[in-house]
């Protein structure tokens, strides 16, 4: 094992197992930014660095900048640093090392006010620096550091750095990548969610293994669609064979098909109400990937009795109605008639008459069929809080 002393300088060579130690939690920190803070921790170790330290954000009129550090006497978070800006290492070029050697002399080192007021009160003398820029754009401050006390950084420490530096910078790009990926899909749920379809995701064994949270309140419900023993059942007993069917031809569609299977039916309710509407369709198979489960079939519900209210505020804005309009429209386009709208709103039939007379001429539209359907269509349905 090589010496990690603190202030010790990394040898010229290093063992298989310290270098695949340090490049997994590299790639470690891409899947969850909470391992940032161990990545940065072993890279401390292995160059005996008081600290090593990942400037995530540079402090700007907007945000105060954020550092994520491991050290001895410092909080892994620090999210309000003043001193971001007053630090030598700015304009450096991109995903090069450099130390403060190459930026001040000594002595203007030692006499800037970022070295007095910060780096000296932290026990930070020696300094390894770099750039790093994503593809996004983003530029973040990798730093290693010793006192003054320790040797300064060898050619060596400089050389090994220089090695990880590409690999810390794919792991950045692959956290971007991940996290945006995550909020995307969320995105989409919440949209399926607002348009009231219920997205229930199956493995290659048809085993129910992901649904949004518009599939899981009309599972819960049982009536009609029901996960059992992790399989989606349909209530009666034609309705899920043509289900299972339905999951089956998915399941067995040619891997090679370059066009997803797609096919729907409806399911009937128990209790009597309108059946649900529901799609199956195959997932594209990833060759390449492996495991207990895979996403192989996507099912749709659509529930059409599904009542959602919109933020009165963006109804307002897209259609130019007033409060009471607007809430009219609502319970309008939720299916209620004009007396059972005014009913639950307290309103007189007359007031609401005079408001719908106001929508129509608002909206331009002459029916209120008309009315629903525009209603219905609109993104203000989007925002409705989930």
Same mark, same amino acid.
């Not at 002393?5 to 939690?25: D, N, R």
């Not at 950045?172 to 969320?186: C, E, F, Y």
């Not at 599939?215 to 349909?234: F, M, S, Y």
């Not at 309008?332 to 008639?337: P, Q």
């Given at each position: 094992?090589?010496?990690?002393?603190? +202030?010790?300088?990394?040898?010229?060579?290093?063992?298989?197992?310290?270098?695949?130690?340090?490049?997994?939690?590299?790639?470690?920190?891409?899947?969850?930014?909470?391992?940032?803070?161990?990545?940065?921790?072993?890279?401390?170790?292995? !160059?005996?660095?008081?600290?090593?330290?990942?400037?995530?954000?540079?402090?700007?009129?907007?945000?105060?900048?954020?550092?994520?550090?491991?050290?001895?006497?410092? /909080?892994?978070?620090?999210?309000? #640093?003043?001193?971001?800006?007053?630090?030598?290492?700015? *304009?450096?070029?991109?995903?090069?090392?450099?130390?403060?050697?190459?930026?001040?002399?000594?002595?203007?080192?030692?006499?800037? =006010?970022?070295?007095?007021?910060?780096?000296?009160?932290? +026990?930070?003398?020696?300094?390894?620096?770099?750039?790093?820029?994503?593809?996004?754009?983003?530029?973040?401050?990798?730093?290693?550091?010793?006192?003054? =006390?320790?040797?300064?950084?060898?050619? /060596?420490?400089?050389? !090994?750095?220089?090695?990880?530096?590409?690999?810390?910078?794919?792991?950045?790009?692959?956290?971007?990548?991940?996290?945006?990926?995550?909020?995307?899909?969320?995105?989409?749920?919440?949209?399926?969610?607002?348009?009231?379809?219920?997205?229930?995701?199956?493995? &290659?064994?048809?085993?129910?293994? $992901?649904?949004?949270?518009?599939?899981?309140?009309?599972?819960?419900?049982?009536?009609?669609?029901?996960?059992?023993?992790?399989?989606? $059942?349909?209530?009666?007993? #034609?309705?899920?064979?043509?289900?299972?069917?339905?999951?089956?031809?998915?399941?067995?569609?040619?891997? /090679?098909?370059?066009?997803?299977?797609?096919?729907?039916?409806?399911?009937?309710?128990?209790?009597?109400?309108?059946?649900?509407?529901?799609?199956? &369709?195959?997932?594209?198979?990833?060759?390449?990937?492996?495991?207990?489960?895979?996403?192989?079939?996507?099912?749709?519900?659509?529930? =059409?009795? *599904?009542?959602?209210?919109?933020?009165?505020?963006?109804?307002?804005?897209? !259609?130019?109605?007033?409060?009471?309009?607007?809430?009219?429209?609502? &319970?309008?386009?939720?299916?209620?008639?004009? $007396?059972?709208?005014?009913?639950?709103?307290?309103?007189?039939?007359?007031?609401?008459?005079?408001?719908?007379?106001?929508?129509?001429?608002? =909206?331009?539209?002459?029916?209120?069929?008309?009315?629903?359907?525009?209603?219905?269509?609109?993104?203000?349905?989007?925002?409705?809080?989930?």
């Amino acid at each position: 094992m090589q010496d990690t002393s603190p +202030g010790s300088s990394l040898g010229e060579s290093m063992s298989p197992e310290f270098l695949s130690h340090i490049l997994g939690a590299i790639y470690d920190a891409a899947l969850d930014e909470a391992g940032w803070v161990s990545c940065l921790e072993s890279i401390r170790t292995i !160059f005996g660095a008081n600290y090593a330290s990942l400037i995530v954000r540079t402090e700007t009129i907007d945000d105060v900048g954020l550092i994520v550090s491991a050290g001895n006497n410092q /909080a892994s978070l620090d999210p309000g #640093n003043p001193y971001i800006a007053m630090s030598p290492f700015s *304009g450096m070029v991109p995903d090069q090392l450099v130390t403060i050697g190459d930026v001040l002399s000594e002595k203007d080192w030692r006499a800037s =006010t970022y070295y007095r007021d910060y780096c000296q009160p932290q +026990g930070v003398f020696h300094v390894l620096a770099a750039d790093i820029v994503t593809r996004d754009g983003g530029v973040y401050g990798f730093r290693v550091t010793r006192p003054e =006390t320790a040797p300064d950084f060898s050619r /060596a420490d400089r050389d !090994f750095c220089g090695l990880l530096i590409p690999h810390i910078k794919r792991a950045l790009n692959m956290h971007l990548s991940i996290n945006q990926d995550r909020k995307v899909s969320t995105l989409y749920s919440h949209a399926m969610a607002q348009m009231m379809v219920g997205v229930v995701v199956l493995d &290659q064994n048809g085993q129910v293994i $992901e649904s949004n949270p518009a599939a899981a309140a009309i599972l819960e419900l049982k009536d009609g669609l029901r996960v059992v023993g992790k399989q989606l $059942e349909a209530s009666y007993a #034609n309705d899920n064979r043509k289900l299972l069917g339905l999951v089956r031809d998915a399941l067995t569609h040619p891997l /090679a098909a370059k066009l997803t299977l797609t096919e729907a039916m409806s399911v009937s309710r128990p209790s009597g109400r309108l059946s649900w509407g529901l799609i199956v &369709q195959s997932i594209s198979s990833d060759q390449w990937t492996e495991g207990k489960q895979r996403p192989s079939v996507v099912v749709f519900v659509r529930d =059409t009795e *599904g009542r959602v209210d919109p933020p009165v505020r963006l109804a307002q804005q897209l !259609f130019h109605l007033t409060p009471a309009e607007t809430a009219l429209a609502i &319970q309008l386009a939720n299916g209620l008639s004009l $007396e059972e709208a005014a009913e639950v709103l307290n309103i007189k039939r007359n007031t609401a008459r005079a408001h719908l007379r106001s929508i129509f001429s608002k =909206t331009g539209v002459r029916r209120q069929t008309e009315l629903v359907r525009i209603f219905l269509n609109s993104v203000a349905w989007l925002s409705a809080a989930g």
